[in-house]
T-cell receptor, first 114, second 117 residues
């Protein structure tokens, strides 16, 4: 079975500062990895995903994530955040071959302050 | 174009009542998923439809929960004898081709917030 751990429930950061949101997973099979963002009162939106190939994945809004198989991590990064990045971010994993039956972490609330 | 639509956006019901939650997927999407998001938690998988059939219902918590998709488009999640612990946001998602399709990401609706009093 797969599981996801997001180590930080809340991350406050100042505007234009860099940010890293941590995600670790466990799985006995190959996995697909995802980051979703949820803005207030909106649905989940896909930021980026890792299926295979290059371990550095670039997504929308300047975010990127790196798949590290040896550390079973998929941390999300952005070099300079904006106020508009304030949202909740969810890391998710699915067994290889599936993008649907996702196992989500508990989420990290990113709060960007001016 | 239109995204995944869920109605109602909010539903308040009394303990013991029956509720139905509706999901209109993106037109042409064959795969449809239901998730439940409790307060302070990430979404939790409930059930997956490929076309009209439930391909995986392993996430349904008990037999009070049931979902249908009779024509392979709109889906209804039904909850009988609601309990306070059923209070959550119920999310629907659709994708073009479903499991096994590498480039078939999920598109989520805004959810239905269910409150059982």
């Amino acid at each position: 079975a797969q599981s996801v751990t997001q180590l930080d429930s809340q991350v406050p950061v100042f505007e234009e500062a860099p940010v890293e949101l941590r995600c670790n997973y466990s799985s006995s099979v190959s996995v697909y990895l995802f980051w979703y963002v949820q803005y207030p009162n909106q649905g989940l939106q896909l930021l980026l995903k890792y299926l295979s190939g290059s371990t550095l994945v670039k997504g929308i809004n300047g975010f990127e994530a790196e798949f590290n198989k040896s550390q079973t991590s998929f941390h999300l990064r952005k070099p300079s955040v904006h106020i508009s990045d304030t949202a909740e971010y969810f890391c998710a994993v699915s067994a290889g071959g599936s993008q649907g039956n996702l196992i989500f972490g508990k989420g990290t609330k990113l709060s960007v302050k001016p | 174009g239109a995204g995944v639509s869920q109605t109602p956006s909010n539903k308040v019901t009394e303990k013991g009542k029956y509720v139905e939650l509706r999901c209109d997927p993106i037109s042409g999407h064959t795969a449809l998923y239901w998730y439940r998001q409790s307060l302070g938690q990430g979404p939790e998988f409930l059930i997956y439809f490929q076309g009209t059939g439930a391909a995986d219902d392993s996430g349904l918590p008990n037999d009070r929960f049931f979902a249908v998709r009779p024509e392979g488009s709109v889906s209804t999640l039904k909850i009988q004898r609601t309990e306070r612990g059923d209070s959550a946001v119920y999310l629907c998602a659709s994708s073009l081709m479903g499991q096994g399709a590498r480039n078939s990401p999920l598109h989520f609706g805004n959810g239905t917030r269910l409150t059982v009093t």
